[in-house]
C-alpha cells in the first residue's frame, strides 16, 4: 500500500518529467513535430516521374491537367500526384504542406521552396539537386548549392 508521501513524490516526478519535455519542444532542443522521410520506392517512383518530364517547356500559370508544358507548381502537383499526394496548386500553398525540413538534413522527396515571399517550388532529388522548371529549357536540374539557387533558398517541406 502507498503512503501520501510516495503519492506525492511520484506525482511530483511525473509533473518534473512532463515540464522537462514542454520545456525542451518549446526551447527547440527536442523537434516539436517529426518529419518522416519518404521510403526507398517513393523516393525512386518521385525521382523517375520528374526526370521523365526534363525538358517540358515552362509556361506561367500552366493548367495542372497538361503535361504539354509546366510551371514550377504544377509540376510538382503532376509528379507527387503519381504517388496519390494531392497537392494545392501554388507554390506558396505548397509551402505550409507536410512538416519543415531544415536544408541540413533534405532527403529525396522533398519540396524545396525559393524566394520571400516564396514564388518557387522545386523537388529536392539529392546531391544539392532539384528538378523544376523555370524559363528556357523547362523542367531541369539545378544544384541549390551555388548562385541564386543558394541565394535565395527559402525552406523544405517533407509531404510524403
Sequence with gaps: MMNKKSVIGKSLAAAFVALTVSTASIS??????????????????????????????????????????????????RVFSQLGVKLPRSSKQQSVVGKYVAKSNL?????????????????????????????????????????WWKNNYNQARRVL
Design 28 to 77: 527547440g532542443i527536442m523537434p516539436t513535430q517529426s518529419a518522416h522521410a519518404a521510403t526507398a520506392s517513393q523516393k525512386s517512383t518521385i525521382v523517375s516521374v520528374a526526370k521523365k518530364y526534363l525538358g517540358t517547356p515552362y509556361q506561367h500559370g500552366a493548367s495542372s491537367s497538361t503535361t504539354a508544358v509546366f510551371d514550377c507548381s504544377s509540376f510538382t502537383k
Design 107 to 147: 532527403q529525396v522527396g522533398d519540396l524545396v521552396f525559393f524566394y520571400s515571399p516564396i514564388h518557387h517550388v522545386g523537388i529536392y532529388i539529392g546531391n544539392g539537386n532539384i528538378i523544376h522548371t523555370y524559363g528556357a529549357g523547362g523542367v531541369k536540374i539545378s544544384n541549390i548549392n551555388s548562385g
